[in-house]
């Protein structure tokens, strides 16, 4: 069965209706989808496997930015899972990808981090460029950062399950990362240049085989790194002249595994994404008076709709106990005063280019 209603819920805050990116984006994905989990705040009881890696995934990431300690990175990818009936098939993947992801990218990063974990709420803005008085969308912002030509930028994470050819096709009509950018454009009294999706893949590289003779295999569909493969061609002594095809097909994929695309945004283009953000928040506002529907085209476009079985009546219905309810609509926003963090990003707002909140590393991370 599921639990009883929630006595407190997020979904207001000083009157005001709070949306988050991920709300909106399920609710241009299906309205039942919608329905079930910002309305009814259900959610499967079963745990998401990929949801659960991506957690703890960007819980050391958060680490790691926030002081660059391996180690510590380590025990908050423990942490994150300690709870967790998966935790222990997922414990040495997600510690695997971040010593990777570490090693891959410690002497590359060369900007400054500003923030971590950034908790953000503004008003929509109507096409007259007014505040709404009664709609807010909130975020929290993973990473901020300035690279060393001064601009500032969005940092998000990802995690994919293998490669996707269509990947670039996908972040770039990804709501969440749009709404994401707009939120901290409109925040920041130096707004941002735009957006870097940080991709790491849910695998770690292929150690390359050694052979009887003690030379590396040839085998040319090997899933690995560059590093990894040129690492064990010098270990072993093999001439790297015998695995040239290799060779330039790794370093063709060399972001395989860590692959960070950017994605600029002009003001004209902001201010587009602002307007696509009212329309849908209009929309799911005026859909609330009205019966929900679903969408049938998007019940396996991501794998199985985890609300398939309340649609079409199967064994996962209301009375099954496959389903639990949630104490607030959205859950990373627990602790947080939001009327508070609402008078501080006003006030960010109307401070001028120049104010050093742009400029000093200010973690924030929320309980």
């Known amino acids: 069965m599921l639990t009883q209603s929630p006595k407190t819920d997020l979904i207001q805050s000083a009157g005001r209706e709070i949306l988050t990116p991920s709300e909106l984006m399920a609710f241009q994905f299906c309205r039942l989808y919608h329905e079930y989990r910002y309305r009814h705040l259900m959610i499967p009881l079963e745990e998401n496997e990929r949801f659960t890696l991506w957690k703890a995934v960007t819980r050391g990431l958060s680490s790691f930015y926030g002081g660059f300690d391996l180690t510590n990175v380590l025990v908050a990818i423990e942490e994150s899972l300690h709870e967790s009936h998966l935790g222990p098939e997922l414990l040495s993947l997600a510690q695997g990808m971040l010593k990777n992801y570490v090693a891959h990218w410690k002497d590359r990063d060369d900007f400054t981090v500003l923030h971590i974990d950034l908790p953000l709420i503004t008003p929509i803005v109507t096409p007259s460029g007014r505040s709404s008085r009664i709609q ?105 002249a015998d695995y040239v095809d290799i060779l330039e097909r790794l370093s063709k994929e060399k972001d395989s595994f860590f692959l960070r695309r950017e994605r600029e945004y002009t003001p004209d283009e902001m201010e587009r994404i602002g307007l696509e953000l009212y329309v849908i928040s209009r929309d799911l506002r005026r859909a609330s008076r009205e019966r929900p529907y679903g969408n049938s085209n998007s019940c396996t476009l991501y794998s199985s709709c985890s609300y398939l079985d309340l649609c079409t009546g199967g064994s996962g219905s209301e009375g099954s106990g496959a389903y639990l309810r949630l104490e607030y609509k959205h859950p990373a926003f627990t602790g947080v005063d939001l009327d508070a963090l609402r008078l501080e990003n006003g006030r960010r707002r109307r401070r001028k280019h120049s104010d050093l909140s742009c400029q000093v590393t200010t973690p924030a991370s929320v309980q």
Request: proline fraction near 7%; aromatic fraction near 2%.
């Open 136 to 240: 807010d969308l909130a975020c929290i912002a993973p990473l901020v950062i300035e690279k060393p030509d001064g601009t500032v930028w969005l940092m998000i994470h990802r995690v994919i399950a293998r490669k996707e050819p269509n990947l670039a096709e996908r972040l770039e009509t990804d709501l969440r990362v749009r709404a994401m950018a707009w939120i901290l454009n409109r925040s920041l009294p130096c707004g941002i240049s735009g957006v870097i999706v940080n991709v790491l893949r849910a695998k770690l590289p292929t150690e390359p085989e050694v052979l009887k003779s003690g030379k590396i295999s040839k085998r040319a569909n090997i899933d690995t790194t560059l590093e990894k493969f040129t690492d064990a061609l010098n270990r072993s002594g093999s001439d790297p």
